[in-house]
Each structure stands twice: as structure tokens, then as C-alpha cells.
């Protein structure tokens, strides 16, 4: 083969190449064309669920801001009836008040929690918020609580986020409240709370409580889901998905790693800002 | 078997020893594929390997040999292609690393059909870096060719000893390395 057959064999080498090449590409272009159109459709249908969770909690925001009114009366008139009129009722009478009563401050605290829950975020800007302050005012605001259960701390060196101040420390306060709430039997809470920098802030609050049976982990964070009956462990079952809520509105994510009976570590991640990278 | 692959075998084989000697071999060789080879196509594993066991006939080298240097020839290749894939690393262990979780990530994007080697690593000093790897396809001594090219990248010696052996029934190959500094 003499040179120009050499050349000429390349050549037409080297076009059928850009031949087979221009067919990739717009198979590839007609296949990135249908992922478009199928991603379209879905950011709609994201678009049209994001607006039914908007209406849902301004629902939620209008039916609990106008329950709360009438439960106000209710209980101030049954606490009324009770000095006023206790003495007539009877026995029973006084009993089945009472059963008004407890329900009534039941339902007013649901309504109080579900208020609060949709007004996360509202009308807050985010601030430089350093976790240590956070985390040790947190104990102040609790110390009944943790003398009486004997409850110990060991608190790592904490970042300074930036985050709605108001809502992480309702999301620090829940997780440390149910760290010493879901003790076991006769061993004092110890718990330890520390962060760490990766691509994220993520921290983890560690306890040595009942845990959690792998079962039930995913329910947890759901509102008003309750995993004990209230005689064993007081509380409304809001507060977990308040804590979602909230690293939600932080762009994070939020964990468990636990075990029944072997202790629980909650773990949720801040993302940085530019300027705290 | 992508076809980039079979691309950097072509240039490595006119590169190092002339066009002259390719035509021979390509022309020796029996393949199943007879359109030429482009980078994102994928093509039967067996013409990579017949490209493979005529070059070495021809250059009267062993096949070891021969996908050694290929391998070698591959990382600087593929360095001066994708440059971004290596900023950032300043030592060749933290860049070995990345290659499972980072550059196979970007891989897939890129060829979404193909097969790559899986790579796990063990990091029992300073110095030293321990991947198994695994692949169906067997390329033990590409994969070392490629860490010599890494090596060269850096400027880092990095001696290496290999292991091939069976577990649940899958062989593996570990590769021990120790990093000059």
C-alpha cells in the first residue's frame, strides 16, 4: 500500500469514526431531551405537592390559632364550674369534671404543639447562632429536670451556625428532653453531645436510654406519632417531627442509630455557609 | 469494554512502536467489531484482549508485560485528558483514594454502561495503602502499569507487591503499596 492508499484508508477511517459519533450524540441529545421532559413533569407535580403542604399548614396554623380561643373558655368555665358549683355535683359529678378537665389540657396542649410546629421558620432570620451558648442554656433552663433524674453531660467543643436561632434551640432542647425522658429503669441518663465538620456540620446526641427497636425508626419523626402510651412517657408526640421540621428548614438531614435497649444517637447535619467553610 | 480504552491502546501501540507495526497487528487480529473504535461505544471484551495477545506476539513480549506498559501509558493519558479528576491531591495515596468513590462516580456519568473494577482499600500506616481490587475481567497488570503512571504523575515512588487469591469464591487482588514519602 503506497502512501495516498495509507492516507486515504485513514481518512475514510477517521469520518466513519465522526459518523458513528454523530449518531451518539444525538441518540444521547433525544434520550437527555425525554429525561428532560420526564424531569419537567415531575418538578410540577413537586411544585403542586409543595403547595398542598403550604395550604395544609396554614390550615393547620388557622384551625389550632382558632381552636385555641374556645379551649381557653372551656377550661377557664370548667374551672369556674369546679369552685363554684363543685360542691353540688357529688362524687361523680366532680369526677367526670375532672375527666373534662385533664382532656380539655390535653387537647390544649396538641393544639399549642401543632400552633407552634407551623409557625417554624415564620417571621425568623437566620443569625449566628454558637451551640455551646445554646447547649448550656438549654441545661440552665433545665435543671429541675436533670437534678431529678440524676441526668450527666459530656459536651464536646460546638460550632457557630448560622440557622434560626428560635427553632435550633427548640430542636436542641427536644432532643436533650428526650434523651433524659427515655431513661431505663434505674441507670441515670448520661449523654453526649459533640459535631463534627465534613462537608456539613453534623451533630449527634448520644444516649444511654430504652433506644429504639429498628422497627419503629422510620415512625419517629412523624407528627404525633407516639411509640409509648402516655402513662409511661408524658408528652404530645410532636416534638421529633418538630426536630425534622427544623433541619428541614436548615437544608439538613436528620438520623438515628439506636438499638432497643442499647441507647440512642440522634444525628443531624447543617449545612456551612460560604463564609464558615 | 469502553471504547476510550481500546482508543488509548491504538495511540499506545503507533505512539511506542510506529503505524507501521499497529496495521500489522491490527490486521493480524481477528475482531469482532468492524467499525473503528470510538471512545463512548462499547465493544466485546474479547477484541481488547485479541488486540492484546497479537500486540504481545508481535512485539515478542509477554502479555503482562505489555498491559503493564499499556497501563502506564493509560494514566498519563487519561491525566492529560481529565487534568480536574487530579487537582487538589499533593500525594499520590490520598489521590489512590478517590479513584473508587470519586472518578468512578464521574465514569458512570460519563459512560453509563460501563463496568468498572471495584477498589476497597485498607490504610494500615502512613506510608503504605493496601487496594483490593476485583474485576471480572482480570487486568492485574494494567491496574500496576496505572500506578506506575501515578507514581510518575507525583513524583512519588511507590513499590508494590501484589496477592491474587479466592474469596467466597471470587478472586481477588490485593495491592500493597509503600510511598516513598
Known amino acids: 500500500m503506497n502512501t495516498d492508499d495509507k ?65 381557653i373558655t372551656i377550661i377557664s368555665f370548667i374551672d369556674l364550674l369546679g369552685e363554684e358549683y363543685g360542691d353540688k355535683l357529688g362524687e361523680v359529678g366532680k369526677q367526670y369534671l375532672d375527666f373534662i378537665s385533664e382532656s380539655s389540657s390535653g387537647l390544649s396542649s396538641v393544639v399549642e404543639d401543632l400552633l407552634d ?36 453531660f459530656a459536651v464536646g467543643e460546638l460550632p457557630e451556625i448560622t440557622g434560626f436561632k428560635t427553632e435550633l434551640r427548640l430542636l436542641f432542647q427536644n432532643l436533650i428532653s428526650n434523651a433524659i425522658k427515655f431513661c431505663a429503669e434505674d441507670t441515670p441518663p448520661h449523654i453526649i453531645i459533640t459535631a463534627e465538620k465534613g462537608t456539613n456540620w453534623t451533630f449527634s446526641i448520644q444516649d444511654n436510654g430504652i433506644g429504639i427497636a429498628k422497627g419503629n425508626q422510620e415512625k419517629i419523626f412523624t407528627i404525633f406519632q407516639r411509640l409509648h402510651s402516655k402513662n409511661d412517657y408524658e408528652g404530645t408526640g410532636i416534638g421529633l417531627a418538630q426536630c425534622k421540621k427544623i433541619i428541614n428548614l436548615h437544608g439538613g438531614e436528620i438520623w438515628i442509630n439506636s438499638k432497643q435497649d442499647l441507647g440512642s444517637t440522634f444525628c443531624f447535619s447543617i449545612p456551612f455557609y460560604e463564609h464558615e467553610k | 469494554m469502553k471504547g476510550i480504552v481500546l482508543n488509548i ?22 475482531l469482532k467489531t468492524e467499525d473503528p473504535f470510538v471512545s463512548p461505544g462499547t465493544y466485546p471484551d474479547s477484541d481488547l484482549f485479541e488486540i492484546v495477545v497479537n500486540a504481545s506476539k508481535k512485539l515478542e513480549i509477554t502479555i503482562e508485560v ?116
Open chain 2, 66 to 181: 505489555f498491559l503493564k506498559k499499556l497501563g502506564h501509558f493509560a494514566f498519563a493519558k487519561l491525566a492529560e485528558r481529565h487534568p480536574s479528576f487530579l487537582e487538589g491531591y499533593d500525594h499520590p495515596k490520598i489521590f489512590l483514594q478517590t479513584v473508587d468513590s470519586v472518578i468512578h462516580m464521574e465514569v458512570r456519568k460519563l459512560y453509563q454502561d460501563s463496568q468498572l473494577p471495584v477498589f476497597q482499600y485498607s490504610d494500615p500506616r502512613k506510608d503504605e495503602l493496601i487496594i483490593t481490587y476485583f474485576s471480572k475481567r482480570k487486568l492485574y497488570p494494567f491496574l500496576e502499569g496505572m500506578i506506575n503512571g501515578v507514581s510518575d504523575f507525583f513524583k512519588v515512588g511507590i513499590i508494590q507487591t501484589h496477592k491474587i487469591y479466592e474469596k467466597d469464591g471470587v478472586e481477588l487482588c490485593d495491592y500493597y503499596l509503600k510511598f516513598d514519602q
Open chain 1, 117 to 152: 410546629y407551623s409557625k417554624l421558620g415564620k417571621h425568623h432570620e437566620m443569625t449566628k447562632v454558637d451551640c455551646n451558648e445554646l447547649v448550656e442554656a438549654i441545661q440552665r433552663d433545665l435543671t429541675s429536670t436533670i437534678s431529678k433524674s440524676k441526668a450527666t
Open chain 2, 9 to 30: 491502546t491504538e495511540d499506545f501501540i503507533i505512539d511506542n512502536y510506529g503505524e507501521e507495526i499497529f496495521d500489522q497487528i491490527m490486521s493480524s487480529c481477528n
Open chain 1, 7 to 71: 492516507n486515504s484508508v485513514k481518512l475514510k477511517k477517521a469520518e466513519r469514526k465522526i459518523r458513528i459519533l454523530e449518531d451518539m450524540v444525538e441518540s444521547r441529545t433525544r434520550n437527555l431531551y425525554a429525561a428532560n421532559l420526564n424531569l419537567k413533569k415531575r418538578n410540577d407535580s413537586l411544585r403542586e405537592v409543595i403547595l398542598r403542604n403550604e395550604e395544609l399548614e396554614q390550615f393547620a396554623y388557622v384551625a389550632s390559632h382558632d381552636l385555641q380561643e374556645p379551649l
